[in-house]
Nanobody, 125 residues
Framework: HVQLVESGGGSVEAGGSLRLSCSGSGNIWTHPCMAWFRHSPGKERQIVATSHVGHDRLYADSVKGRFTISRDFDKNTLDLRMERVRPEDTATYYC???????????????????WGQGTQVTVSS
C-alpha cells in the first residue's frame, strides 16, 4: 500500500474551475493505476477518472470534456483539473491507487487498495 493525501478542495461557483491534487508516498511506482472517485450523501461512490501507466485516461460520462486527470511520476502526484463545474459535482473526492499490473485500470473501487482521506468540493449555483 501507499499513502495518499488529497488537497485543493473547496467551494466554487457553478461554471468555475478547481484543481485537486493527490500526493503519494511509499512505493507509488509499483501502482500502475491511479484514479479519482467521488461520493456524496445518498449516492453511490462514483469513479470520476483513471490514469494508467500505459497513458490511458478514462473519464465518467458526466465529467468528460470538463475534467482532466494527469499524473506526474517524478513528483508522485495525481491531479484532477475540474472546469465548468456544476452543482452536481459537489462531493467528497478521493484519490486511489491500484497495484495490480493489468493492461488497464479497473473501474470498481473495490479493486483499489490504497485510498486518501478525501477532500470536499462544493459547487454553488
Amino acid at each position: 500500500h501507499v499513502q495518499l493525501v488529497e488537497s485543493g478542495g473547496g467551494s466554487v461557483e457553478a461554471g468555475g474551475s478547481l484543481r485537486l491534487s493527490c500526493s503519494g508516498s511509499g512505493n507509488i511506482w509499483t501502482h500502475p493505476c491511479m484514479a479519482w472517485f467521488r461520493h456524496s450523501p445518498g449516492k453511490e461512490r462514483q469513479i470520476v477518472a483513471t490514469s494508467h501507466v500505459g497513458h490511458d485516461r478514462l473519464y465518467a460520462d458526466s465529467v468528460k470534456g470538463r475534467f482532466t486527470i494527469s499524473r506526474d511520476f517524478d513528483k508522485n502526484t495525481l491531479d484532477l483539473r475540474m472546469e465548468r463545474v456544476r452543482p452536481e459535482d459537489t462531493a467528497t473526492y478521493y484519490c486511489a491507487a491500484n497495484d495490480d499490473w493489468q493492461p488497464s485500470c479497473p473501474l470498481s473501487g473495490t479493486e483499489f487498495n490504497s485510498w486518501g482521506q478525501g477532500t470536499q468540493v462544493t459547487v454553488s449555483s
